[in-house]
């Protein structure tokens, strides 16, 4: 029988039940598991509540299904808080699949009282090296160079993932955390979890509460607490120019409201890396394609950044 621990797990989902159920049994085969799990679910049917409430074989969490009528992984996360009655909560995403020991050794680091917020390692997300042109645009938009840079968060919110290397201590210091699978210290979370800002697909949502977490507390990466992520396609995936548009607006939410980096240059230093992304597209003939819908939406990201700050 696994243990339980005093953890409050959210996941946020939607349409997406076998998926949901693949990520759940796979908790259920971990030796460590949390008291209860939050199910926050804005799905056109109820096939996940019954998924819910069937059970699932081997887990021991209580499973707490709540339908959330508003669309998105942060609105939806913040629906569910007040249920998250235990002194850790971890966040979800809900096509995970759990490496053996993940929990148990994400309960490990943050056994440290110094550390705030800890999370797991994503194998096939991982950090790869920079090249030379990236580094120079790097330094351009952070000139104070923070090299190594896997786990970082430089300039105009530019995050890095942390590294996968057996040489690195079983715990590393970063400086923001994902949500696919973050443990973190209830007392320490903002109430709501996520800004309002933040609709639908929420991008940066986890950049903005790991960035105010860690202006209390130290936050890490269990490099031995392993996660696949299965990532699956969706509605919010479809249109590069929306999710472009999104992302230029909400890294300057992050830039300006969170690491309080208000002057011209942080402003600049948005477009400028929608500049870089277009310039890296461009010497690949095969993503030639991509190059308008990006350039579209880095425009209307920008054009609502100067319409909201001028109002």
């Given amino acids: 029988m696994a243990i339980t621990l ?9 349409n997406r039940t076998k998926v949901l159920e693949t990520t759940l049994n796979s908790l259920a085969r971990q030796s460590h598991q949390p008291h209860t799990i939050l199910v926050a679910d804005s799905s056109d049917d109820g096939s996940t509540e019954a998924l819910c409430q069937s059970g699932i074989v081997n887990l021991e969490s209580t499973i707490r299904h709540t339908r959330c009528p508003e669309r998105g992984a942060a609105v939806q996360r913040n629906a569910v808080q007040h249920l998250a009655e235990q002194p850790f909560v971890l966040f979800l995403d809900d096509d995970i699949v759990f490496e053996p020991e993940c929990v148990r050794r ?10 705030g917020g800890v999370s797991a390692m994503i194998t096939n997300q991982s950090y790869s090296d920079p090249s030379i042109w990236t580094q120079w645009w790097y330094r351009l938009l952070d000139p104070d160079d923070k090299r190594p840079y896997p786990g970082r968060c430089l300039g105009p919110a530019i995050n890095l993932l942390p590294k996968n290397d057996n040489s690195l201590p079983v715990i590393v210091p970063v400086e ?16 709501p979890f996520f800004p309002l800002h933040f609709k639908g697909y929420s991008l940066f949502e986890d950049v903005t509460l790991s960035l105010t977490v860690g202006k209390g507390a130290k936050l890490a990466n ?8 299965d990532s699956q396609p969706g509605d919010h995936k479809r249109s590069l120019f929306q999710i472009t548009r999104m992302e230029v607006r909400n890294r300057h939410f992050v830039t300006t409201k969170i690491l309080q980096r208000n002057g011209f240059r942080d402003v600049l230093g948005v477009g400028l ?8 597209l461009a010497k690949s003939p095969s993503q030639w394609s991509q190059v308008f819908p990006l350039a579209a939406g880095s425009l209307a990201g920008m054009n609502d950044i100067l319409t909201e700050t001028s109002q």
């Fill in 6 to 14: 005093p953890i409050s797990a959210i996941i946020a989902t939607r």
């Fill in 106 to 115: 994400l309960w490990g680091a943050i056994d440290d009282p110094h550390i």
């Fill in 176 to 191: 923001w955390l994902h949500s696919g699978c973050t443990l973190y210290r209830s007392a320490l979370l903002p109430e």
């Fill in 222 to 229: 269990a490099r031995t607490a392993c996660i696949y992520h």
């Fill in 273 to 280: 890396w929608q500049v870089y992304k277009l310039l890296a």
